[in-house]
Nanobody, 116 residues
Framework: QVQLVESGGGLVQPGGSLRISCAAS????????VAWFRQAPGKEREAVSC????????YYVDSVKGRFSISRDNAKNTVYLQMNSLKPEDTAVYYC?????????WGQGTQVTVSS
């Protein structure tokens, strides 16, 4: 079954760190562009980070630059988002996404809450 399964979300204090994961099954992430999106209550979904499939390029929205890092573990067929120096405004549901040509898949989303 083609699927992206997320894990690692939860509650963290401001200034803390969290790493969320997205494990692919039914396909291989190696040659896919992967990305993380997030959607906070009452706000539109936004792209947070993206990793190119071949050129090694990365993208980060300005609000997370220097704090978030996207990475892959090909052996585990998993993409990660390391989130450091978390702020309350980072609170959102985070979704992983993978794209290769006309093929594209979404994860189910995982809740990240940054609060004291």
């Amino acid at each position: 079954q083609v699927q992206l399964v997320e894990s690692g979300g939860g509650l963290v204090q401001p200034g803390g760190s969290l790493r969320i994961s997205c494990a692919a099954s039914g396909f291989t992430l190696d040659h896919y562009t992967v990305a993380w999106f997030r959607q906070a209550p009452g706000k539109e979904r936004e792209a947070v980070s993206c990793s190119g499939s071949s050129d090694g390029s990365t993208y980060y929205v300005d609000s997370v630059k220097g704090r978030f890092s996207i990475s892959r573990d090909n052996a585990k067929n998993t993409v990660y988002l390391q989130m450091n120096s978390l702020k309350p405004e980072d609170t959102a549901v985070y979704y992983c996404y993978a794209k290769w040509g006309y093929l594209n898949y979404w994860g189910q989303g995982t809740q990240v809450t940054v609060s004291s």
